[in-house]
């Protein structure tokens, strides 16, 4: 039972990881799009393209690896501070929260912290 757990977590956390490199990477593209008037435009984009290949090449190579030792940890520190179940839950609700508030300012220039109204409705 144990084993499921964190293969679980560990699946719950590579999610996050993609998603949080994928949203970098629109928010690297929204910052390339609004530097397209300051300079030569050939230049950012190839400086954009090397922002993105390098996250990618991170994210590819280390997310494995890195989601099994943080999922560990991550199962750690939830059961001493929340208790098992409960602070699981809670964390990865938080955490998937930041990356939903993260995208809806990337794709809606909103900040949900900001008007967390916006979020409730």
């Known amino acids: 039972m144990v084993r499921f757990k ?3 977590i560990n699946f719950v956390l590579t999610c996050i990881v993609i998603l949080a490199a994928d949203l970098l990477i629109v928010l690297i593209n929204k910052k390339v799009m ?4 300051l300079g030569d435009r050939r230049l950012i984009v190839l400086a954009g ?9 991170f ?4 997310v494995s690896r890195f989601s099994e030792w943080f999922a560990e940890k991550f199962v ?9 179940v409960l602070g699981l839950y809670i964390s990865v609700a938080v955490l998937l929260l930041l990356i939903f508030a993260g ?11 900001v008007n967390p109204g916006l979020l409730l409705k």
């Open 34 to 37: 609004s530097l397209g008037k």
């Open 49 to 57: 393209m090397i922002f993105v290949l390098a996250i990618f090449y």
């Open 6 to 8: 964190y293969r679980f």
């Open 76 to 84: 750690h520190v939830t059961r001493v501070y929340l208790g098992r």
């Open 103 to 113: 995208y809806y300012y990337a794709w809606f220039d909103v900040n949900l912290f």
């Open 59 to 62: 994210v590819v190579k280390w």
